[in-house]
């Protein structure tokens, strides 16, 4: 009962409990013939003893041995042999053979057991006969012994007797086992067919199902959240990408109508020029952080330093044209685990953010410290540093404390949301922190790879 290879739940138990009520249904009957069988025997055994009891006192008025065998053959027995053995064990009379041609039965065990107990039953196979037989004898007096033997009913004989209910019996526990398998499947499987895995933790199914559902629960959850995240930083994008839009629209439909005279040109061409950018520049972020979120990139082994330096290069002569200088102290060798490029990115960000929010003649300062495991990159400036209620919110996307700001400076309100999509793809953190004396000191810890 496979689906593609898959198991049935139903089909294994049907076929379990239909095997096992099967199997005790026939334990149960060996067990119940046995002991019929059995009490069978003792019954019959009980029958034949107080049978030659009662031929040994109706024998006992009998004057002698002789006259004793005349009175028995008169007995009538149907299917019981009769024999009278005299006390030096001659066999008197045997109502199936000549007692003449008969062996000295003195040392036949129930006879001997007879004499010394008054009376005997044996099971045992007959010579005479030649077939396994019940003795039972009696003393009857002064030596003189009458034996009853019956052929003892086989265990087939006494089988093929109980045929037709036996037959019925194994017939009904065929049925009934087929029926309770059916049924008891049913009662285990129904629960299973009602769970509503649009409400997992709603059912009351089975407690050994409770990890599973809350795991589905949870994924549920998590899939709704992602969801709605991703209608809202699309509905973020699109905003975002209106206004530049709305503004290069604007400026050309003016300089298209003659709007404008020629010495503005250069002007609006310059607003058209850095509206765009920043369109682009909008452009790469969403690209940047949507790759980070599929697998956040190939990873291999970055040297914090190496980064650092290619990013202070970059961004020199940025500083140089604020006035800022850009101090870098790059000693440290540790290397950590992550995509080169989205390392990079990270770096950049946090460094351009600080000579953006520095003020002019200020310093920004990059260091790289490891301790034990970790290692800690750090940005320091000394602008106006991030208020304590919004350390958390920078991160988000698409804060911005000063959106006018922001703005003014080329921001995209996406820049620390990389860094801390980008450090967490390495297995870290990212966290912002005051400078005492004014300035904000961004953070980033990794764990250190050998
Ligand atoms: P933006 O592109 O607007 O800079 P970011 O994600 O890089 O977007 O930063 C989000 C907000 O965090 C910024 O608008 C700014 O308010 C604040 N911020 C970022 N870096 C600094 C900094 N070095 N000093 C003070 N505030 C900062």
Known sequence: MTDGGRKSLAGRAFALFFAVSLAISALVGVAVTTASFLAYERDAEDRLLAQAQACASALEGQPDGEAMAVELA???????????????????????????????????????????????????????????????????????????????????????????????????????????????????????????????????????????LKRVDAQRAQLEKSVDLRREFTANVSHEMKTPLQVIGGYAELME???????????????????SESMRCLIDDV??????????????????????????????????AKGVSLLADLSDDAAVSGNPAIAEQMAYNLVDNAIKYSPEGGTVSVSIASSG????????????????????RVFERF???????????????????????AAESMGGNVRVEDVPGGGAVFMVSLPVIK
């Open 74 to 212: 008169k007995t009538p027995f149907v299917e019981t042999r009769a024999t009278l053995v005299a006390a030096d064990g001659t066999v008197l009379y045997d109502s199936y053979a000549d007692p003449t041609s008969m062996e000295n039965h003195s040392e036949r065990v129930e006879v001997v057991r007879a004499r010394d107990s008054g009376q005997a039953c044996v099971m045992r196979r007959s010579e005479t006969l030649g077939e396994d037989s019940l003795y039972a004898a009696a003393l009857v007096r002064d030596g003189v012994v009458v034996r009853l033997a019956e052929t003892r009913v086989s265990l087939a004989s006494f089988l093929g007797g109980m045929a037709v209910p036996l037959v019925a019996a194994m017939a009904a526990a065929f049925l009934l086992s087929l029926l309770a398998s059916r049924l008891i499947t049913r009662a285990i499987v129904k629960p299973l067919h009602g769970i509503d895995l649009a409400r997992p933790l709603d059912n009351d199914a089975y407690d050994e199902l409770q990890p599973l």
């Open 257 to 275: 109508g003659g709007l404008v005279v020629q010495e503005d040109v250069p002007h609006f061409s310059g607003i058209i020029r850095r509206e």
């Open 287 to 320: 690209l940047v952080l949507s790759r980070l979120e599929e697998d956040g990139g190939e990873a291999e082994r970055v040297p914090l330093a190496g980064t650092c330096q290619r990013v202070v290069e970059r961004l020199r002569p940025a500083a140089e």
């Open 373 to 392: 495991n970790v290692v800690t990159l750090s940005i320091a400036d000394e602008g106006p540093g991030v208020p304590d209620e919004l350390k958390e």
């Open 399 to 421: 804060f911005r404390a000063d959106p006018s700001r922001s703005r003014e400076t080329g921001g995209t309100g996406l820049g620390l949301a990389i860094v801390k999509h």
